[in-house]
Protein backbone atom coordinates (compact mmCIF):
# COMPACT_ATOMS: atom_id res chain seq x y z
CA UNK A 1 0.00 0.00 0.00
CA UNK A 2 2.91 2.56 1.01
CA UNK A 3 4.37 1.69 -2.28
CA UNK A 4 1.71 2.11 -4.06
CA UNK A 5 1.19 5.42 -2.67
CA UNK A 6 4.78 6.33 -3.38
CA UNK A 7 4.83 5.48 -6.53
CA UNK A 8 1.89 7.21 -7.03
CA UNK A 9 3.71 10.06 -5.69
CA UNK A 10 6.47 9.67 -7.96
CA UNK A 11 4.21 9.66 -11.29
CA UNK A 12 2.15 12.92 -10.00
CA UNK A 13 5.85 14.36 -9.50
CA UNK A 14 6.74 13.43 -12.90
CA UNK A 15 4.16 14.41 -14.61
CA UNK A 16 3.85 18.04 -13.21
CA UNK A 17 7.13 18.88 -13.85
CA UNK A 18 6.84 18.02 -17.72
CA UNK A 19 3.92 20.01 -17.49
CA UNK A 20 5.47 23.07 -16.15
CA UNK A 21 8.23 22.98 -18.76
CA UNK A 22 6.56 22.07 -21.64
CA UNK A 23 8.91 22.91 -24.84
CA UNK A 24 7.89 25.62 -27.10
CA UNK A 25 5.02 24.88 -29.97
CA UNK A 26 5.68 25.71 -33.81
CA UNK A 27 3.72 28.40 -34.64
CA UNK A 28 3.62 30.20 -31.19
CA UNK A 29 5.20 32.86 -29.99
CA UNK A 30 8.33 32.21 -28.29
CA UNK A 31 9.75 35.52 -26.60
CA UNK A 32 12.86 36.06 -25.42
CA UNK A 33 15.59 38.46 -23.76
CA UNK A 34 19.24 37.41 -23.34
CA UNK A 35 22.45 39.33 -22.78
CA UNK A 36 25.45 37.92 -24.70
CA UNK A 37 28.80 38.27 -22.77
CA UNK A 38 29.51 41.10 -25.01
CA UNK A 39 26.66 42.91 -22.30
CA UNK A 40 24.18 43.32 -25.89
CA UNK A 41 20.42 42.87 -25.35
CA UNK A 42 18.91 40.39 -27.59
CA UNK A 43 14.94 40.01 -27.70
CA UNK A 44 11.89 38.41 -29.91
CA UNK A 45 10.95 42.18 -31.10
CA UNK A 46 13.65 43.22 -32.63
CA UNK A 47 11.78 41.96 -36.06
CA UNK A 48 15.39 39.81 -36.62
CA UNK A 49 14.51 36.35 -38.03
CA UNK A 50 17.03 34.15 -34.95
CA UNK A 51 18.55 30.60 -35.04
CA UNK A 52 19.00 30.01 -31.34
CA UNK A 53 21.27 27.43 -30.06
CA UNK A 54 21.07 26.61 -26.92
CA UNK A 55 23.59 24.11 -25.65
CA UNK A 56 25.52 22.67 -22.82
CA UNK A 57 29.52 22.83 -22.14
CA UNK A 58 29.71 18.95 -23.59
CA UNK A 59 27.62 19.60 -26.58
CA UNK A 60 29.28 22.41 -27.84
CA UNK A 61 31.03 21.49 -30.61
CA UNK A 62 27.28 20.78 -32.30
CA UNK A 63 27.37 24.84 -32.69
CA UNK A 64 29.93 24.84 -35.41
CA UNK A 65 28.28 22.48 -36.97
CA UNK A 66 24.95 24.70 -37.39
CA UNK A 67 26.82 27.73 -37.99
CA UNK A 68 28.49 26.22 -41.05
CA UNK A 69 25.51 25.38 -42.06
CA UNK A 70 23.45 28.23 -42.23
CA UNK A 71 22.77 29.86 -45.39
CA UNK A 72 24.89 31.96 -47.32
CA UNK A 73 21.88 34.70 -47.82
CA UNK A 74 21.84 35.09 -44.22
CA UNK A 75 25.79 35.85 -43.73
CA UNK A 76 26.46 39.36 -42.86
CA UNK A 77 22.46 39.98 -42.92
CA UNK A 78 21.36 42.67 -40.27
CA UNK A 79 17.37 41.01 -40.59
CA UNK A 80 18.99 37.31 -39.55
CA UNK A 81 21.16 36.51 -36.66
CA UNK A 82 22.40 33.24 -34.67
CA UNK A 83 23.04 33.75 -30.92
CA UNK A 84 24.06 30.84 -29.38
CA UNK A 85 23.34 30.29 -25.62
CA UNK A 86 25.86 28.27 -23.55
CA UNK A 87 24.42 26.50 -20.20
CA UNK A 88 26.94 25.73 -17.29
CA UNK A 89 26.25 24.44 -14.21
CA UNK A 90 24.84 26.60 -11.91
CA UNK A 91 27.78 29.12 -9.74
CA UNK A 92 27.18 32.01 -7.90
CA UNK A 93 31.01 32.64 -7.77
CA UNK A 94 31.65 35.94 -9.80
CA UNK A 95 35.10 34.83 -10.32
CA UNK A 96 34.06 31.20 -12.33
CA UNK A 97 31.52 33.34 -13.84
CA UNK A 98 34.02 36.70 -14.92
CA UNK A 99 37.03 33.48 -16.05
CA UNK A 100 33.82 31.97 -17.90
CA UNK A 101 33.12 34.68 -20.05
CA UNK A 102 35.99 36.07 -20.73
CA UNK A 103 37.24 32.47 -22.52
CA UNK A 104 33.89 33.14 -24.06
CA UNK A 105 35.27 36.52 -25.46
CA UNK A 106 38.29 35.01 -26.89
CA UNK A 107 36.71 32.00 -28.28
CA UNK A 108 33.96 34.58 -30.08
CA UNK A 109 37.44 36.52 -31.23
CA UNK A 110 38.36 32.59 -33.07
CA UNK A 111 35.28 32.19 -34.73
CA UNK A 112 35.16 35.60 -35.80
CA UNK A 113 38.62 35.59 -37.60
CA UNK A 114 36.77 32.13 -38.83
CA UNK A 115 33.65 33.98 -40.54
CA UNK A 116 36.16 36.67 -42.02
CA UNK A 117 37.17 34.17 -44.66
CA UNK A 118 33.18 33.87 -45.55
CA UNK A 119 32.81 37.72 -45.88
CA UNK A 120 35.67 38.22 -47.65
CA UNK A 121 34.47 35.62 -49.82
CA UNK A 122 31.11 37.70 -50.42
CA UNK A 123 32.77 40.93 -50.54
CA UNK A 124 31.42 42.32 -47.29
CA UNK A 125 33.04 44.93 -44.94
CA UNK A 126 31.30 44.63 -41.84
CA UNK A 127 33.60 43.53 -39.18
CA UNK A 128 31.99 39.54 -38.44
CA UNK A 129 32.51 40.08 -34.85
CA UNK A 130 29.47 42.17 -34.30
CA UNK A 131 27.45 39.69 -35.81
CA UNK A 132 28.32 36.80 -33.47
CA UNK A 133 26.56 36.75 -30.19
CA UNK A 134 26.97 33.68 -27.50
CA UNK A 135 25.15 34.13 -24.21
CA UNK A 136 26.23 32.09 -20.91
CA UNK A 137 23.39 30.95 -19.23
CA UNK A 138 25.27 30.28 -15.66
CA UNK A 139 21.77 29.36 -13.48
CA UNK A 140 19.29 27.62 -16.39
CA UNK A 141 17.41 31.05 -16.65
CA UNK A 142 17.05 31.38 -20.38
CA UNK A 143 15.89 27.47 -21.00
CA UNK A 144 12.87 28.28 -18.13
CA UNK A 145 12.40 31.39 -19.89
CA UNK A 146 12.28 29.36 -23.06
CA UNK A 147 9.65 26.81 -21.70
CA UNK A 148 12.61 24.18 -21.73
CA UNK A 149 14.17 21.77 -18.79
CA UNK A 150 18.12 22.20 -19.53
CA UNK A 151 18.58 18.61 -18.28
CA UNK A 152 16.30 16.57 -20.73
CA UNK A 153 17.71 19.24 -23.57
CA UNK A 154 21.21 19.31 -23.85
CA UNK A 155 21.08 20.84 -27.14
CA UNK A 156 18.26 22.42 -29.06
CA UNK A 157 18.14 24.51 -32.49
CA UNK A 158 15.23 27.27 -32.69
CA UNK A 159 14.48 29.31 -35.59
CA UNK A 160 12.64 32.29 -34.40
CA UNK A 161 10.51 34.59 -37.02
CA UNK A 162 11.25 38.61 -36.56
CA UNK A 163 7.79 38.63 -34.89
CA UNK A 164 8.88 36.20 -32.46
CA UNK A 165 6.90 33.03 -33.73
CA UNK A 166 8.57 29.25 -33.26
CA UNK A 167 9.03 28.72 -36.99
CA UNK A 168 11.14 25.80 -36.33
CA UNK A 169 13.01 23.26 -33.13
CA UNK A 170 15.49 20.63 -33.63
CA UNK A 171 16.89 18.61 -30.77
CA UNK A 172 19.92 18.03 -33.32
CA UNK A 173 21.96 19.56 -36.01
CA UNK A 174 19.82 20.23 -38.82
CA UNK A 175 20.78 19.36 -42.03
CA UNK A 176 21.77 22.70 -44.16
CA UNK A 177 18.76 21.86 -46.74
CA UNK A 178 16.23 21.82 -43.39
CA UNK A 179 18.19 25.09 -41.79
CA UNK A 180 17.23 27.17 -45.18
CA UNK A 181 13.96 25.78 -45.61
CA UNK A 182 12.88 26.91 -42.02
CA UNK A 183 14.47 30.73 -42.78
CA UNK A 184 12.04 33.30 -44.08
Same mark, same amino acid.
Given at each position: ? +????????????? @?????? !????? +? =???????? +???? =??? #? *???? =??? !?????????? $???????????????? /??? *????? &??????? &????????? #?????????? !?? $?????????????????????? +????????? $? *??? /??????????????? =?? /????????? @????????????
Amino acid at each position: M +VRNLVRLALFSYL @VNACAT !TAAPV +V =GQPCPYKL +VDVD =GRT #L *SASE =GVV !TILVLTSRPE $AEKTKLVADRVPERCL /GNP *SSRMI &TVIRFQP &TRNRAARYF #LSSLIRRRID !TE $AARLKQRYVAKKLTRDPRRDVY +VVADFDAQI $A *SQL /GLDSHFFPFRVLVIS =GD /GVLLRDWSK @VPEARELDAALP
